[in-house]
């Protein structure tokens, strides 16, 4: 195409120079941007016509050049949202039967699964002194004997027997530190919902509400903790999930308070205390904080002890 004879090489090389000047300008228009550039540049593009909710009024939503989230991105932020609901909702469902374990009692089972142990016994055809057996299964149904506690109180002293093994008392697996406690009889003349008082001295970390069915009382390890009121502590032990050292003390026929976390227990199960009696000493909770979590119950149901206690 090239000649070297002079003013036919020079024409031609002039055309062949114009030619690939036309070539490059060409193909500059086709660039296409690198991937990353183009899943941005989707974005940018004419305004989308959104409908309103009133009429035929439609508005240009704003252009952004921000990226689009992943799709496992987006169902991660749709999981975060609803969460806390699922979980609400397992945690609100009831096994309908409880397989007895090495130091339950009725009261530690009805606690559990916040029934009234009345109305247990009932439903499992227990009488007194109401002994259930280590692998014995419960029946938590109670829909079918409702109203039925008030009738159910005549006989309450010995409810809520340790766990037996084949006739044979079994020990509880927890350290309870002897003396100390007064064995003074309880006096059921006297209303239960009076003449209650704070188990700890310590400010309220946490009040009664959604997920936390009593109190939460701050302290220092080793802190005292008093009895609320007189009664008979119808359990002592770490056998409940969530609660370590758990004590519950029965209050006439229908209220319970409990007591949970201590690090030391220093009565067992049938001791007889009065309001202010030490019945344990602080411990933390499963993440390390030094406080009391306290419960009041009537029949069966959680209630605010913030109504009980004397206001200070």
Known sequence: MFYFSTSGYQIRFSCGVSLMLLLLVACGNNYQAPVDEQSERLLIGNPIIVASSQ?????????????????????????????????HASSETRSLSHRVRLGDTLYSIAFEYDLDARNLAIANNLSPPYTIFIEQQLNLDLSRISNIAPRAAADTSNL?????NNSVAQAQAVRVRSGGVSRQAIDNSRSPDRDWQ???????LRAFQAGNKGIDIGGRPGD??????????????????????????????????????NSVMLVSKGSRVTAGDKIAEIGENSTGVPMLHFEIRVDGNSVDPIRFLPKR
């Open 55 to 87: 009429g035929d009024t439609s508005f240009d939503a704003p252009q952004s050049r921000a990226r689009v989230a992943s799709s496992s991105t987006a169902r991660a932020s749709v999981a975060a949202m609803t969460t806390p609901g699922l979980r």
């Open 160 to 164: 809520g027997a340790a766990v037996r």
């Open 198 to 204: 704070w188990p700890h001295t310590g400010r309220v």
């Open 224 to 261: 005292p903790v008093w009895a609320a009121s007189d009664g008979e502590v119808v359990y002592s032990g770490n056998g409940i999930q969530g609660t370590g050292n758990l004590i519950i003390i029965r209050h006439g026929d229908s209220y319970l308070s409990a007591y949970a976390h």
